[in-house]
């Protein structure tokens, strides 16, 4: 899988998670830092972690779930590649 295709993802599925909120994600960039943006609250990021352990097929231990890790677009596509490519 590309990292354009991994982004493509994440992005819609925060785009539904912001949804739900009624907020819209079409302006934010790759490298913004989800949490501050304040388009989803703590359950749409839980739910957004939880999601993205079964879309890439991946199990992250607690010390993964981090902001260098899953804060942004961009660090989440870039976590999947380092975790499926070694």
């Known amino acids: ?17 912001a949804g739900e909120l009624g907020n819209d994600v079409s302006q934010i ?3 913004d830092i989800i949490p501050a943006t304040g388009l989803v609250d703590s359950a749409g990021i839980l739910g957004l972690v939880v999601w993205y352990e079964k879309a890439f097929d991946m199990s992250l231990r607690q010390e993964e779930i ?16 380092k975790r499926k490519n070694g």
Not at 6 to 11: D, N, V, Y
Not at 66 to 80: F, K
């Open 29 to 31: 960039r790759d490298d």
């Open 66 to 81: 981090n902001i260098d890790n899953l804060g942004s677009i961009e660090s989440m596509a870039d976590y999947v590649l």
């Open 1 to 17: 899988m590309e990292k354009s295709e991994i982004k493509t993802k994440i992005r819609g599925k925060l785009a539904e998670l």
